[in-house]
């Protein structure tokens, strides 16, 4: 009588549910990273090992190539890092391979999702820090949008530029003031930016490159910015140089 009356209640419920379940909607999600790493490796399945082990060396035959070495290790931080210089110096770089000469470049810190350890660099490492389809993009804007575009870098707390930009921006995010080369920018003048095609589009609240003009957005896979940066560390290899960046005042804070 008692398993009866227990199954009675539950199907009670489950009908009280049903019929209430149209009042019920999602006022909000949220979302969070969790690490899968070493933690979970305690107990072992031989099964699942086996299962997997021909796509591991598929996979690792495809990540696990040196293109590249680190002298040291580099992240991603706001408002000035090495790795954020190194890959807006990266898209400078390769502005001869399509005939630019980019006055300076910039690339999002959002689009940087990883670190590079010292040593070896490779395949792998690259995909972890340039995980996404971004190609290279040349753009001319004017240089009261390239004020804009700072004043914009500014409010998030600084994004990735290349050598030769000086911008002083301060905590609640303005900017105070932008050089290009040790000059002022020149709001009638014309400036040739290296960037993201993602970037590009205005995203990332980058709005100013909306207003750009001339733009060269070659779509080919090979001009995936990871792809770049493979071609920029193997070339550094071949020359027997590990590659390096340093913190030199490109984007500092001044609230005085």
Known sequence: ???????????????????????????????????????????????????????????????????????GYMAAERPESKLSNLLADILLWCGKNYGEQPDFAVYNMGGIRSALAEGDITY?????????????????????????????????????????????????????????????????????????DYLAQGNDKMTAFKSATDVKSPAEKANNVRFIIMKYLKEKMAQGVSVDSKIEGRITIDDK
């Open 1 to 71: 009588m008692r398993k009866k009356l227990i199954t009675c209640t539950l199907a009670a419920m489950l009908l009280a549910c049903a019929s209430c379940s149209h009042h019920y909607y999602a006022a909000g999600f949220e979302r969070s990273r969790i690490l899968i790493d070493s933690t979970f490796d305690g107990t072992q399945s031989g099964a699942v090992a086996g299962f997997i082990a021909p796509y591991k060396r598929q996979v690792d035959s495809i990540m696990s190539p040196v293109v590249g070495r680190a002298a």
């Open 124 to 196: 792998g490492d690259v995909l972890d820090v340039a995980p996404f389809e971004n190609k290279i993009c040349f753009v001319t804007l004017t240089g009261d949008k390239v004020t804009e575009l700072f004043g914009q870098m500014a409010a998030t707390g600084g994004e990735a530029v290349s050598h030769g930009v000086e911008l002083v921006i301060t905590t609640d995010g303005r900017l105070k003031s932008a050089k290009l080369h040790g000059k002022e920018v020149d709001p009638e003048a014309e400036y040739r930016i290296a960037t993201l």
